[in-house]
Antibody
Framework: QVQLVESGGGVVQPGKSLRLSCAAS????????MHWVRQAPGKGLEWVAV????????YYADSVKGRFTISRDNSKNTLYLQMNSLRVEDTAVYYC??????????????WGQGTPVTVSS | EIVLTQSPGTLSLSPGERATLSCRAS???????LAWYQQKPGQAPRLLIY???SRATGIPDRFSGSGSGTDFTLTISRLEPEDFAVYYC?????????FGQGTKVEIE
């Protein structure tokens, strides 16, 4: 079965950096696009970024463009989110999620349990 | 960026009743790439519908999606106790992808 396990969250000061990881198993990782989605405390879902199955295309929410970088290592079945210049408003639970269908052009279907990130001085 | 507006904000219904949730987009969504999710407290979201009307794997047929262009609907034909939750729509046809703000379906 599909398993996605996020790690790397924690408490960080504004302006600092953090890298999240998502270890995938139970499917052929290199065939699926992968997303990061976040949810601030008591708020709704916010899509953050997507990377295509082959890593050749990446897209970002306007709120993180230029500060966050999504990447993947298909040899390690791992997805990453490098977060730089963190702001208080980046505080959220960060979920990694797998596309519903292999290839590209489908929504997130399988989700990890999330890793919390708190940006505070 | 496509803005998705969901209505109503809260829907108060009883088990067995029909629920109709709306999602309106600020611009037409490419290829009707519109999804619906259910989220319960403390849990990750669960994909219900993709492509506006296709049910995801394992989703009961009391959940159905319809619509095209800018207006989409999620219908739950007869509410079961486990259906009381928050529902989000998401468009994935245009970058950046976006979510609606959510509709809470609560027990009346």
């Amino acid at each position: 079965q599909v398993q996605l396990v996020e790690s790397g969250g924690g408490v960080v000061q504004p302006g600092k950096s953090l890298r999240l990881s998502c270890a995938a198993s139970g499917f052929t990782f290199s065939r699926y696009g992968m997303h990061w989605v976040r949810q601030a405390p008591g708020k709704g879902l916010e899509w953050v970024a997507v990377i295509w199955y082959d890593g050749n295309n990446k897209y970002y929410a306007d709120s993180v463009k230029g500060r966050f970088t999504i990447s993947r290592d298909n040899s390690k079945n791992t997805l990453y989110l490098q977060m730089n210049s963190l702001r208080v408003e980046d505080t959220a639970v960060y979920y990694c999620a797998r596309d519903a269908l292999s290839g590209s052009g489908s929504p997130p279907a399988d989700w990890g349990q999330g890793t919390p990130v708190t940006v505070s001085s | 960026e496509i803005v998705l507006t969901q209505s109503p904000g809260t829907l108060s219904l009883s088990p067995g009743e029909r629920a109709t949730l709306s999602c309106r987009a600020s611009h037409s969504i490419t290829s009707n790439f519109l999804a619906w999710y259910q989220q319960k407290p403390g849990q990750a979201p669960r994909l219900l519908i993709y492509g506006a009307s296709s049910r995801a794997t394992g989703i009961p047929d009391r959940f159905s999606g319809s619509g095209s262009g800018t207006d989409f609907t999620l219908t739950i034909s007869r509410l079961e106790p486990e259906d009381f939750a928050v529902y989000y729509c998401q468009q994935y046809g245009n970058s950046p992808q976006t979510f609606g703000q959510g509709t809470k379906v609560e027990i009346e």
